[in-house]
Protein backbone atom coordinates (compact mmCIF):
# COMPACT_ATOMS: atom_id res chain seq x y z
CA UNK A 1 0.00 0.00 0.00
CA UNK A 2 1.17 3.59 -0.34
CA UNK A 3 1.53 6.37 1.81
CA UNK A 4 -1.53 7.84 0.99
CA UNK A 5 -3.28 4.10 1.27
CA UNK A 6 -1.68 3.49 5.14
CA UNK A 7 -2.50 7.16 5.86
CA UNK A 8 -6.30 7.17 5.20
CA UNK A 9 -7.01 3.77 6.47
CA UNK A 10 -5.42 4.78 9.73
CA UNK A 11 -7.42 8.22 9.77
CA UNK A 12 -10.52 6.05 9.56
CA UNK A 13 -10.36 4.09 12.52
CA UNK A 14 -9.09 6.83 14.89
CA UNK A 15 -12.06 8.68 16.54
CA UNK A 16 -12.45 12.50 15.88
CA UNK A 17 -11.28 12.93 19.32
CA UNK A 18 -7.34 11.66 18.31
CA UNK A 19 -4.97 13.49 17.18
CA UNK A 20 -2.39 11.45 14.71
CA UNK A 21 1.04 12.62 15.18
CA UNK A 22 2.88 11.45 11.83
CA UNK A 23 6.14 10.56 12.80
CA UNK A 24 8.62 10.87 10.04
CA UNK A 25 11.45 10.98 11.56
CA UNK A 26 14.82 9.90 8.77
CA UNK A 27 12.40 9.64 5.87
CA UNK A 28 12.86 11.78 2.75
CA UNK A 29 10.81 15.27 1.91
CA UNK A 30 8.70 13.70 -1.10
CA UNK A 31 7.55 10.75 1.56
CA UNK A 32 5.78 13.63 3.65
CA UNK A 33 5.15 15.65 0.94
CA UNK A 34 3.09 12.37 0.01
CA UNK A 35 1.05 12.67 3.37
CA UNK A 36 0.85 15.70 3.19
CA UNK A 37 -1.08 15.76 -0.02
CA UNK A 38 -3.15 13.31 1.66
CA UNK A 39 -4.14 15.66 4.20
CA UNK A 40 -1.88 15.50 6.75
CA UNK A 41 -0.76 18.06 8.24
CA UNK A 42 0.85 17.02 11.71
CA UNK A 43 4.75 15.63 11.56
CA UNK A 44 6.97 14.30 14.25
CA UNK A 45 10.60 14.36 14.42
CA UNK A 46 13.55 13.62 16.75
CA UNK A 47 16.15 15.20 15.62
CA UNK A 48 15.99 19.29 15.61
CA UNK A 49 18.46 19.68 12.75
CA UNK A 50 16.44 17.09 10.25
CA UNK A 51 13.28 18.78 11.57
CA UNK A 52 14.97 22.13 10.57
CA UNK A 53 16.36 20.99 7.59
CA UNK A 54 12.35 19.90 6.48
CA UNK A 55 10.59 22.97 7.71
CA UNK A 56 12.45 25.35 5.27
CA UNK A 57 11.87 22.91 2.56
CA UNK A 58 8.38 22.17 3.09
CA UNK A 59 5.11 24.26 3.35
CA UNK A 60 4.14 26.20 6.39
CA UNK A 61 0.83 25.25 7.20
CA UNK A 62 2.44 21.97 8.53
CA UNK A 63 2.65 21.75 12.74
CA UNK A 64 5.97 20.49 13.39
CA UNK A 65 6.44 18.47 16.57
CA UNK A 66 9.36 17.50 18.71
CA UNK A 67 9.13 14.10 19.92
CA UNK A 68 12.25 12.93 20.58
CA UNK A 69 14.75 13.71 23.60
CA UNK A 70 15.64 17.38 23.60
CA UNK A 71 19.03 18.73 24.67
CA UNK A 72 18.88 22.12 26.12
CA UNK A 73 21.96 23.80 24.09
CA UNK A 74 19.84 22.37 21.12
CA UNK A 75 15.86 24.20 21.99
CA UNK A 76 17.09 27.56 19.92
CA UNK A 77 17.28 26.16 17.01
CA UNK A 78 13.23 25.35 16.78
CA UNK A 79 11.75 27.74 18.78
CA UNK A 80 10.82 29.88 15.43
CA UNK A 81 8.49 27.28 14.17
CA UNK A 82 7.82 24.38 16.83
CA UNK A 83 4.50 23.80 17.07
CA UNK A 84 4.82 21.42 20.25
CA UNK A 85 7.89 20.02 22.11
CA UNK A 86 6.41 15.53 23.54
CA UNK A 87 9.72 14.69 25.68
CA UNK A 88 10.02 17.86 28.22
CA UNK A 89 11.61 15.79 31.30
CA UNK A 90 12.91 18.78 33.44
CA UNK A 91 12.22 21.82 34.72
CA UNK A 92 16.00 23.20 33.62
CA UNK A 93 14.20 21.80 30.00
CA UNK A 94 11.40 23.58 30.57
CA UNK A 95 13.74 26.90 31.89
CA UNK A 96 15.28 27.03 28.74
CA UNK A 97 12.16 27.00 26.23
CA UNK A 98 11.16 29.79 28.26
CA UNK A 99 14.02 31.93 27.78
CA UNK A 100 14.22 31.44 23.88
CA UNK A 101 10.21 31.89 23.60
CA UNK A 102 10.83 35.00 25.04
CA UNK A 103 13.23 36.22 23.01
CA UNK A 104 11.28 35.11 20.31
CA UNK A 105 8.36 36.71 21.76
CA UNK A 106 6.18 33.31 21.20
CA UNK A 107 4.21 30.84 23.53
CA UNK A 108 5.26 27.37 23.20
CA UNK A 109 3.38 24.24 23.79
CA UNK A 110 4.74 21.37 25.62
CA UNK A 111 4.21 18.04 26.95
CA UNK A 112 5.88 16.77 30.33
CA UNK A 113 7.13 12.92 29.27
CA UNK A 114 5.91 10.81 32.51
CA UNK A 115 8.18 7.63 32.67
CA UNK A 116 6.09 4.30 32.50
CA UNK A 117 8.13 1.97 31.12
CA UNK A 118 10.14 -0.62 32.96
CA UNK A 119 13.04 0.15 31.03
CA UNK A 120 15.58 2.12 32.05
CA UNK A 121 16.49 3.43 28.39
CA UNK A 122 13.44 5.82 28.21
CA UNK A 123 13.22 9.18 30.02
CA UNK A 124 10.92 11.45 31.63
CA UNK A 125 9.87 12.21 35.37
CA UNK A 126 8.34 10.18 37.95
CA UNK A 127 5.05 11.10 39.87
CA UNK A 128 6.67 12.70 42.77
CA UNK A 129 9.61 14.56 40.51
CA UNK A 130 6.00 15.97 38.19
CA UNK A 131 4.18 17.06 41.34
CA UNK A 132 7.15 19.25 42.62
CA UNK A 133 7.65 20.18 39.24
CA UNK A 134 4.09 21.85 39.07
CA UNK A 135 4.49 22.91 42.68
CA UNK A 136 7.57 24.70 41.89
CA UNK A 137 7.57 28.48 42.54
CA UNK A 138 9.82 28.69 39.17
CA UNK A 139 7.48 26.83 37.00
CA UNK A 140 5.00 29.70 38.04
CA UNK A 141 7.54 31.83 36.38
CA UNK A 142 7.67 30.61 33.13
CA UNK A 143 4.99 32.69 30.91
CA UNK A 144 6.17 31.74 27.56
CA UNK A 145 5.54 27.99 28.13
CA UNK A 146 2.22 25.95 28.04
CA UNK A 147 1.90 22.81 29.21
CA UNK A 148 -0.88 21.43 27.77
CA UNK A 149 -0.17 17.48 28.49
CA UNK A 150 1.78 14.65 29.53
CA UNK A 151 3.04 11.48 27.74
CA UNK A 152 4.08 8.50 27.63
CA UNK A 153 6.03 5.50 26.30
CA UNK A 154 5.34 1.98 27.01
CA UNK A 155 7.58 -0.95 27.58
CA UNK A 156 9.14 -2.50 24.00
CA UNK A 157 7.23 -5.47 24.74
CA UNK A 158 4.88 -8.09 23.60
CA UNK A 159 3.09 -8.10 26.87
CA UNK A 160 0.14 -6.78 26.44
CA UNK A 161 -1.27 -6.95 29.35
CA UNK A 162 1.95 -4.79 31.00
CA UNK A 163 1.29 -2.30 28.28
CA UNK A 164 -2.40 -1.48 28.89
CA UNK A 165 -1.17 -1.83 32.65
CA UNK A 166 1.56 1.20 31.81
CA UNK A 167 -1.07 3.14 29.71
CA UNK A 168 -3.88 3.25 32.37
CA UNK A 169 -1.04 4.23 34.93
CA UNK A 170 -0.13 7.03 32.61
CA UNK A 171 -3.84 8.10 32.80
CA UNK A 172 -4.89 8.04 36.10
CA UNK A 173 -1.78 10.72 36.40
CA UNK A 174 -3.38 12.67 33.87
CA UNK A 175 -6.36 12.53 35.24
CA UNK A 176 -5.20 13.55 39.07
CA UNK A 177 -3.72 16.38 37.70
CA UNK A 178 -5.83 17.49 35.00
CA UNK A 179 -7.95 19.57 37.09
CA UNK A 180 -4.64 22.24 37.80
CA UNK A 181 -5.06 24.81 35.99
CA UNK A 182 -3.04 27.92 36.16
CA UNK A 183 -1.83 31.06 32.75
CA UNK A 184 1.00 28.05 31.81
CA UNK A 185 -0.56 25.29 32.89
CA UNK A 186 -3.73 23.37 31.11
CA UNK A 187 -3.81 19.66 30.53
CA UNK A 188 -5.45 18.11 27.67
CA UNK A 189 -3.60 16.00 25.68
CA UNK A 190 -2.33 12.51 26.57
CA UNK A 191 -0.05 11.68 23.89
CA UNK A 192 0.35 7.84 24.22
CA UNK A 193 0.83 4.49 21.78
CA UNK A 194 2.70 4.50 18.68
CA UNK A 195 2.53 1.98 15.45
CA UNK A 196 2.02 -1.16 17.58
CA UNK A 197 0.19 -0.33 20.35
CA UNK A 198 -1.88 3.02 19.44
CA UNK A 199 -5.33 0.95 19.04
CA UNK A 200 -4.56 -0.05 23.36
CA UNK A 201 -3.49 3.46 23.74
CA UNK A 202 -6.72 4.98 22.62
CA UNK A 203 -8.86 2.64 24.68
CA UNK A 204 -6.94 3.77 27.57
CA UNK A 205 -7.50 7.19 27.26
CA UNK A 206 -4.99 8.85 24.57
CA UNK A 207 -5.90 11.87 22.89
CA UNK A 208 -2.93 11.80 20.72
CA UNK A 209 -1.05 9.04 18.96
CA UNK A 210 2.52 8.66 16.90
CA UNK A 211 2.47 6.60 14.14
CA UNK A 212 5.09 6.12 11.88
CA UNK A 213 6.01 2.53 10.49
CA UNK A 214 2.68 2.22 9.85
CA UNK A 215 2.48 5.12 7.64
CA UNK A 216 5.63 5.31 5.91
CA UNK A 217 6.85 1.83 5.91
CA UNK A 218 9.71 0.37 8.11
CA UNK A 219 12.94 2.39 8.29
Known sequence: MSIKENLLQIKSQLPKSVTLVAVSKTKPVSDLMEAYHAGQRIFGENKIQEMTEKWEQMPKDIQWHM??????????YMIP?????HGVDSLKLLKEINRLAVKWRKKIDCLLQIHIAEEDTKFGLDEKELQELLASEEFKTFENIRVVGLMGMATFTDNEAQIKREFQHLKTIFDHHNQLETPNLKLETLSMGMSGDYQLAIACGSTMVRIGSSIFGTR
Not at 67 to 76: A, L, P, R, W, Y
Open 67 to 76: IGHVQSNKVK
Open 81 to 85: YVKLI
